[in-house]
């Protein structure tokens, strides 16, 4: 691998959401800092949405590396479970022996667990991760389980996470207790085109790299063109640049290592490159003005050459009186 050869101690840009890679672009700190303080503060429903790979799940797990270690946490990322596989997973996670056959059963166990917590001055947290693929049956039922409180304190926290098609999914009517009930609303978005360069180098830095400029200036440009700050496209894209990289014996990775690889993950059958390139069909600003003042320039040189041709032949002297 290139490791060694680049310097480095492991791979900067695993696919897998590790929180010692974090990486706090306003955003991402800024959404982590709402969800501690609303775990914390117990503000019950939480909402964090975010595109695809922008590091909703990393984020996720760094807060859950923040929360008291005594803090019971239910991390649920199978979102195709209905409320009683649900209800079954979170008891299980939280350590609660259930031995009971029916839901009625199960939501006492959890509503005694709950209140043994509380006495004790905690609040588990559940998290559902992929939470857009829920059924509005499903999130309906997540509501219900949130039914347990205190006159003035919810008995567990709730952390929906998901695509924004959950955001969408949140405001159908049937859902509507759910939304009024969300304490708290976070999303990320992309990263800017400073965010992204300093992504990579701060990627590369924890990885042990001692050379900050692996990527060139232009390389880095050409990535930040082509991922548009998904922080998940930006991984896939520089880890292949080393490899091919590797291949060649380049220290440096230039802008043209970088075509290379994008062409190289373009031709691969990747449904998610093929929709980024469905995108990339519509032209670039940059294309659209190229191609304008070609025209413009060619509309000159035609005049030019059509004013030239009727001074050569006389053209303007007959037809003046
Ligand atoms: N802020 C960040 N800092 C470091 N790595 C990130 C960040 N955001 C995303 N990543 C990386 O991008 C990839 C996708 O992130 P992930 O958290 O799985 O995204 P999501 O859950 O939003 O689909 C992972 O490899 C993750 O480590
Ligand atoms: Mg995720």
């Known amino acids: 691998m290139y490791l060694q050869f680049y310097g480095l101690r492991e791979a900067p840009f695993a696919p897998t959401p590790d929180p010692k890679f974090l990486f706090q672009s306003t955003r991402h700190r800024e959404a982590l800092a709402q969800l501690l303080y609303g775990v914390r503060e117990r503000k019950g429903f939480i909402v964090l949405s975010g ?37 079954e997973y ?20 959890l509503n005694e667990f709950l209140i043994d917590q509380h006495r004790q001055g905690l609040s588990p947290v559940l998290v559902i991760d992929e ?20 006159t003035n304190q919810k008995l567990m926290q709730i952390l929906l996470v998901g695509q924004p098609e959950l ?15 969300i304490g708290l609303r976070c999303h990320i978005g992309p990263l800017s085109p400073e ?30 063109e082509y991922s548009e700050g998904t922080p998940r496209v930006i991984n896939i894209v520089c880890d292949h640049c080393l490899l091919s990289g590797y291949a060649d014996s380049k220290r440096r990775i230039d802008a043209g290592v970088v075509d ?8 691969g059958e990747r449904p998610e490159w093929k929709r980024s390139r469905q995108t990339r069909l519509v032209p670039s600003r940059t294309t659209v003005w190229a ?31």
């Open 51 to 87: 595109e695809i790979g922008t590091g909703k799940t990393t984020l996720l797990r760094t807060l859950l590396e923040r929360l008291d270690r005594d803090t019971h946490v239910a991390y649920v990322h199978n979102s195709a479970l209905g409320i009683e596989g649900l209800l």
């Open 131 to 150: 939470a857009q693929n829920l059924s509005v049956e499903t999130l309906e039922a997540v509501r219900l389980l949130s039914n347990f409180e205190t």
């Open 167 to 181: 955001r969408e999914k949140l405001n159908v009517p049937e859902l509507r207790q759910l939304k009024q009930r």
């Open 291 to 321: 191609a304008r003042s070609g025209v413009a320039v060619l509309v000159v040189l035609l005049m030019m050459l059509l004013v030239f041709a009727a001074n050569a032949t006389g053209w303007f002297g007959h037809a003046l009186p």
């Open 260 to 267: 290379e690889a994008i062409e190289y993950l373009e031709e």
């Open 90 to 109: 979170i008891l299980h996670d939280w350590g609660v022996k259930s031995v009971g056959a029916s839901h009625a059963q199960r939501l006492f166990e």
């Open 195 to 224: 965010e992204t360069r300093l992504y990579i180098r701060h990627r590369l830095r924890i990885a042990g790299a001692t050379d900050a400029g692996i990527f060139t200036d232009g390389a880095i440009q050409r990535i930040t």
